[in-house]
Nanobody
């Protein structure tokens, strides 16, 4: 029901734009988020956006280098990532739920993840 895409291999300093499409009917009334799981680590909060798009939040690891946006007509949420570093290598997941939270346990729906690899 959530399908993430846009991952790939990029050199350090480069950019990527991830996109996630949703078929969940409550999309326009739900918050959306992006998380990542680096190799050997727990899932980390990257960014979230409110249902209207008027409120966003960013986690500490990528703040200032990422921008989250949504399109309530196309039912998509995007994550623009800039100045990528090898430490950003991870599987990136999109999520959807009633309320926004940095806690992974608060999100009801998850996409399958898309791999981002940043080479030095």
């Amino acid at each position: 029901q959530l399908q993430a895409s846009g991952g790939g291999l990029v050199q350090a300093g480069g950019s990527l734009r991830l996109s996630c499409g949703s078929s969940i009917p409550t999309f326009s009334r739900n918050a959306l988020g992006w998380f990542r799981r680096p190799p050997g680590k727990e899932r980390e909060f990257v960014a979230s956006i409110s249902a209207s798009g008027g409120s966003t939040a960013y986690g500490p690891f990528m703040k200032g280098r990422v921008t989250i946006s949504r399109d309530n007509v196309k039912n998509t949420v995007d994550l623009e990532m800039n100045t990528l570093m090898p430490g950003d290598t991870a599987i990136y997941y999109c999520a959807q739920s009633t309320y926004s939270s940095s806690n992974t346990n608060q999100w009801a729906y998850w996409g399958q993840g898309t791999q981002v690899t940043v080479s030095s």
